[in-house]
């Protein structure tokens, strides 16, 4: 099955402590992207990658770093977490990055506390 | 002022209704999309537009490029319908690899 795999769903941790959210994409597709979702703001883009070795920042990149070794993985790292951190974050990929429909993940739930 | 923007925020209608919902945007854009989020949280892509109209099922979206406006129609809508829908842009200025959203409408079908 066709899939974005996100990893963990749940996660509440402390100010400080680094996490990885892994995100795999099994449809060989070369672009991906992370978001995050708060309430009253939407979704907003954090990163994106337009192949292996390619990223580039979103609209709000401060405090994660992200990297792309193999085209199925895209992890997202929060070297110091804090609570400003605190959100619903999807990943997305999609064919290229040339107007193709978006695949997305079902979403991690982080607390930071 | 947002670059994209949904009405209405909210929207609670009858079982068997015509929904509409809009979307204005404010730059030259390379495509837009409409997305469906459950309560569960996922979410899936409807349709990604250039020009004209496409359909899916039950779904129509529409968009005019010279009035910078979509709409996303329901037809003989259902409880399942019961959801949020998001438009998303990808700005011309900043390449098709950008994804601008709205805020989202939320809505309701009753039984």
């Known amino acids: 099955e066709a899939q974005v795999t996100q990893n963990p769903r749940y996660l509440i941790t402390v100010t400080g402590k680094k996490l990885t959210v892994t995100c795999s994409q099994n449809m060989n597709h070369e672009y991906m992207s992370w978001y995050r979702q708060d309430p009253g703001l939407g979704l907003r883009q954090i990163y994106y990658?337009?192949?292996?070795?390619?990223?580039d920042k979103g609209d709000v990149p401060e405090g994660y770093k992200v990297s792309r070794k193999e085209k199925r993985n895209f992890p997202l790292i929060l070297e110091s977490p804090s609570p400003n951190q605190t959100s619903l974050y999807f990943c997305a990929s999609s064919l290229s990055m040339y107007n193709q429909p978006q695949h997305f993940g079902d979403g991690t739930r982080l607390s930071i506390l | 002022k947002n670059e994209v923007e949904q009405s209405p925020q909210n929207l609670t209608a009858q079982e068997g209704e015509f929904i509409t919902i809009n979307c204005s945007y404010s730059v030259g854009i390379s495509a837009l999309h409409w997305l469906q989020q459950h309560p569960g949280g996922g979410i899936v892509s409807l349709f990604m537009?250039?020009?004209g109209k496409k359909k899916h099922g039950r779904l129509i979206a529409t968009i005019n490029i010279q009035e910078k406006h979509s709409s996303l129609h329901i037809t003989a809508s259902h409880p399942r319908d019961s959801a949020v829908y998001i438009c998303?842009?990808?700005?011309?200025?900043?390449?098709?690899?950008?994804?601008?959203f709205g805020q989202g409408t939320r809505l309701t079908i009753n039984p």
């Open positions: 537009l250039s020009s």
């Open positions: 990658s337009m192949n292996v070795e390619v990223t």
């Open positions: 998303a842009v990808s700005p011309e200025i900043q390449g098709a690899q950008k994804l601008v």
